[in-house]
């Protein structure tokens, strides 16, 4: 069998938070052929430059959204720091061997660059009680993001109705034109059903698969009507009166025998 120059693998990833970092991987085999160069390109436009014969081996070209981190790259590793939404494109890792073949192999990925929310999603419009047939009204409202974010409401840790849910929409940061805030509301009348114990657990989840997930959970409930609430001081008012009653009894009583007996 003829051995020649392999990628044997590829590591790039794809989905990166802004600000972060990313770690480009290269293996190559080649197959009892002379490394001539590693380069990398983004979108077409190479950045990065690996030729072992040279001194220094290490060449590196400026690309719109690409800061390659020159003390932890090498020939098989590249990366990148400072990551911008212009860092999102195609990159490509191309081995070349030596003369006289100059075998090149090549292959290439996509990165996602994606801006994560300041925290986590804010409810408001919740009361800390609720009476049977009271309107449960609340707007989850979660920070401008890249892509859009996913909200999603859950009653006592199930998936509220799709009748309970208005919305989502979607406001544009005037920070970050790129960027949108994501509001999602709820909105029922309590009932019976949705009180467990005498609470009701609403949950506002936001997701940005794959980087993001965060949650807001808060517990309601309900109130106690006021005929409930004043039975106790009548109940104790009624045992009063009884015991009362018992000992007035017992002071008829005993005169009444005391004459039989005369």
């Not at 069998?1 to 972060?20: I, N, Y």
């Not at 085999?29 to 390109?41: A, R």
């Not at 990925?109 to 609720?130: A, D, M, S, T, W």
Request: proline share 8%; glycine share 6%; net charge neutral.
């Amino acid at each position: 069998a003829v051995k020649s120059l392999r990628l044997v693998e590829l590591r790039v990833p794809t989905h990166e938070p802004e600000g972060g970092m990313a770690l480009l991987g290269c293996q190559y085999d080649l197959e009892g052929d002379t490394l001539y160069s590693v380069k990398w390109y983004k979108d077409g436009r190479e950045f990065y430059r690996f030729v072992p014969k040279n001194d220094p081996p290490v060449y590196y070209f400026q690309a719109p959204g690409v800061n390659v981190e020159i003390g932890r790259s090498s020939n098989t590793v590249v990366a990148l720091v400072n990551l911008t939404q212009e860092s999102a494109g195609h990159y490509r890792c191309e081995v070349s061997g030596e003369a006289p073949s100059f075998a090149t192999v090549f292959r290439q990925k996509y990165i996602n660059i994606h801006l994560l929310p300041k925290g986590g999603p804010r409810v408001i419009g919740l009361k800390e009680q609720y009476n049977l047939d009271d309107l449960v009204v609340a707007n989850c409202t979660l920070p401008p993001s890249r892509p859009k974010a996913h909200l999603k409401w859950l009653v006592n840790d199930k998936p509220a109705p799709s009748s309970y849910i208005l919305g989502p929409w979607y406001r544009v940061s005037a920070e970050r034109p790129d960027a949108a805030e994501t509001i999602l509301q709820l909105s029922f009348f309590a009932t019976t059903s949705d009180f467990v114990n005498g609470a009701i657990k609403l949950k506002c989840q936001a997701t940005i698969a794959p980087l993001y997930q965060r949650e807001t959970e808060s517990t309601h409930y309900i109130s106690l009507p006021f005929s409930m609430a004043a039975h106790p001081p009548e109940a104790k008012e009624i045992r009063d009166i009884a015991s009362s009653v018992e000992n007035t009894l017992a002071t008829l009583i005993v005169p009444l025998m005391m004459l039989i007996l005369m």
